[in-house]
């Protein structure tokens, strides 16, 4: 744990279809159905709104003010997956610019997060390649120490494991841990299913409060109502 | 002041011309004419650009990680009310999405205003549902604890009494009390008038120091002009 | 320095094709051209997306809460200015809005970046002037107090001298001195010529690791590659 | 609501007895007492530690930069009061230093509770009048705008109406409405009463599991433990 | 990871005289000792000043507002512990007071370090209990909803596992994996003993240039003097 | 301006019967003195409670996470300066301990004032040796970049010029340009004066309404009296 200068070249992804899969429930509804847990620190917001992807974290560990590592991740990154970068102490530096993503997305890389700033915003729209960070900042780094790429980190206050899942949208980013990634999709896939019922039913006028049935429990709670 | 457990089925609203009237002036000029007070904290955000509405408020006080409240109070709106949401201690939690969304437009409600999280944003967006929040957050909260419905809360640092007015655009959210509310139509409607005329002569290169007659005033103060 | 209640009228501005001429690099090209310094903080956001101007700044020092010196460096501004807004202390008001805004073009200003709040952003936007700001506030400000223009002034944690230049995008912004501005623009154009190839090498795949022969200093440092 | 430029000379003080009872028992454990409302936010932070106070609310609502109001206030100070400082935005200035304090102790004030900054803490400290405040600062401010004494105000967060009752020590500040203080004073005694009997049962090694009985429902929700 | 409604009985803790051997060396030596790696974020703060602990971790995954596994904790408590709570989202609550800490007294614990608040910090500290805290707050909390303990956790962004060193002084806390402990302690006892010398040299009046020979390596970047 | 890699020998201190003659007046003091400028922002905090001084700047600019320049400085200093140290970006690293406040002491410092983090506090609260700075961290630094030695800086949003006076204690810091000190230290005595004469006053019981004479001016701008 916390290991500098190494590089885990075989990771264990979460199997594609599952990782895959998870896109399209986005962010709440799978932290909901993980049990509400799993989601990294809301002020971690997307460069532009309206992405929604999940993929395969790898990880990768940096240092304040030095984005030496980013190019060394850059080598793991396989078709479907998604950098992870922690930092080691706050930093808000933008680590990340156009040129490293043009890189990454050569590499199949669908999106970054990252605990820190990222430049070339305008650019990154264009391309259309997501990010989810700290803040933006157009301070660059410079390359002079070693970190980790595919170890354990802590990003945004979450421990991601290489090869979890990382689902993030307009509403936040979650991380999946790969043994409970199969469950969360099949569960997610249930809740969506519940809802497009409940959706039409909200439309149509009828409220919560008859939907789930929560009078009784709220009259026993001692709501009382006054005119 | 501060009940819980209850719910104020009878409100008094300001009267819906009023305070439907004062949407079209935006929060700035509401504020400027109620003498500048009535701001909540500017950390209050909109979801989404563009969204400018009025209405009267309905308020929700909550628990941190709880809106079980959140379906007592659809009950009580009626259209061309907005829902001021407080909560009891500082909370980033995601409070409300798309279903409670496709509720509170049913039973006519022009907007949201919460002092926590918001979730499903894009989802909210499509549907044209505006929110004032504090932040953005996927984690969704249980329905466990009473708040109450209808009582005087403090929302992002302002006291909004059920009825007052809640004038909200990209400037931020302004509440109107309801004995205040006639008075700052006609004034906003005033300064309004009267900014069309500045807005020309500003425009063909007129100074403010000169339309205003500023200078005596600086002069006056001391102000020194170097070459 | 911080002398309060003066105008200088006379400022030596940066050479105008000099400064016109950084736009088009960007706030990260030329804060990486001039060796990392002249940033403002990152807290520092564009009111929307998209606009990246460069021009000569013109200075005003503020008081919490009071923005009479808005209307005196209107004066001060000549075609091609940027109005750099200093507070003499924290302060979230709206200093600045579609009046001023309306003033300010008409003297050929393009942009104002001030250390405090602005509002009517909407119409900001319409109008296509662009504002970075620290927040955005309904809240209007009183005109009691002398503060100074074109004096050296601190926005944002970063010195700002009359004169130099400001470059501002979606990235940030930056201040670049006029003794190191001609310098910055040569250095700019060199980078970005250089990036064009960088780019088209790195979407064909090639790795940053090999095209900037990172793999002998990494290894010297200690990386080690574990499968 | 919100007027400025008023004062208000007759308030209805919660009964002294019941008032200067609260002291004793700390701010947590009345805001216990009271079902867990009524606290100010918790970055209100004491200039020094190991004061405990309680007293009846007076109130100032002053401008940004502005603290001729508490020189108003002053008059309106009978013994045994605090006074509550609101700010009509946010502000970090120092409002209230040595000079001003001398005077609030001559009239019997207990403490002062801002929404703001204060100086002069080390003389503060020395002269042992207690403020519960957001920030110290040295900077000091004007005098030139009205806003009001003794009309209800928001003050970190929480509604204050003159004669409520303020509890304040190391943990923070608890507002209690006067309607409700009584009750709040015997709750609050009751707690404390049972708490020393607990103190030792803990101290012997019993542990709260036990104590509370909270075994069968920590079972009941599915705790399970694992060897 | 990120079990819930479990209590992991047996955890393979440091051996105790590493752990309690690191608390003489404190965070700074130790987190140095330890390559810069391991520390929580700078926001956690102890109650009082002076405190200087080390021992052993047992976890506790707590949810906002709510404290009940803060009882079940208290029994997994051994003598040379220290309880690092961990909330699943941001909270500000005071989970923990003076009788809960005559518990964990009891039970031999040495500390409490807590991403949330705490309360009763008067008490405590005349207890002689340190607890290191992101905030102070009077707010109490329910007892309703499962966690963990004995988990691995996020705490202040730090991955703490059950067993792993806690160090902990004014300056801050630093976790030390089980893993590397007895490695830490060499290496921090080798950091001491070489900075005794060290301080006689400075305190004569030697600079740092010279003790560690600075200037060719300033001179070969670049550094120049100037008269 | 922003220059690195260079130190400049000889700088012009303020006279030292000035810079000397500050401290007793303090910061709040003097910052009013100056007609409210000056003052470095107010998250600027002491480590310990109760150091009051004053003295002639000696700065330096570092990088993040990098502390090398601080040994430079080290070599600048006359007895009776004030080391005041400035990131050229956010960074809340541990820059200071009690190895450097060993050599500082040695040469002749007074006090640090560090725009980032400090360490060892508890030994320099022992020491004697004041600091003022935006956080503690237990996190060391690297020593591998250039930055400069008295150039001009931004600390906490303030420029310092090499050789002005810098005023601290535990209202926070202020910078006196050399130019104004001299006027300042006259200024913050004849207010200190005519402060005694006033805290008597009011001890006994005369108001501020009436030593100051507002009560004529508070009537025209429109307080009303309710009773």
């Known amino acids: 744990m916390y290991e500098l200068g190494v590089v885990y070249r075989n990771i264990e992804r979460t199997d594609s279809a599952v990782a895959d899969g998870l896109a399209r429930y986005g962010s709440a509804t799978v932290h909901e159905a993980m049990g509400r847990v799993g989601l ?3 002020y971690m917001r997307p460069i532009y709104a309206g992405a929604q992807v999940s993929g395969t974290a790898v990880t990768v560990l940096l240092h304040p003010g030095d984005n030496w590592m980013m190019h060394v991740v850059a080598e793991q990154i396989r078709p479907g997956d998604i950098v992870v970068a922690a930092i080691s102490a706050e930093c808000t530096d933008g680590y990340f610019g156009d040129l490293l993503a043009t890189s990454f997305m050569a590499r199949g890389a669908r999106a970054l ?9 305008k650019t990154l729209t264009e391309m259309g390649f997501p990010v989810w960070s ?15 790429v595919n170890t354990p980190v802590v990003c945004a206050g979450m421990l991601v494991i290489p090869g979890d899942v990382i689902v993030a949208d307009d509403d936040g980013v979650v991380c999946v841990p790969r043994a409970m990634a199969a469950k969360a999709l099949e569960d997610a896939a249930a809740r969506e299913a519940n809802e497009g019922n ?3 039913k909200l439309a149509s006028g009828v409220l919560g409060l008859d939907m ?10 001692g709501l009382r109502y006054i005119d």
Chains 1, 2, 3, 4, 5, 6 share one sequence.
């Open 198 to 200: 409940k959706r039409e």
């Open 113 to 121: 997060v990252i605990d820190a700033g990222v430049r070339d915003v």
């Open 40 to 42: 990294l620190k809301p």
């Open 134 to 148: 700290k803040c933006i900042s157009s301070k660059g780094t410079i390359k002079a120490t070693l970190g980790s």
């Open 212 to 221: 789930y049935n929560m009078r009784p429990a709220l009259e026993k709670a």
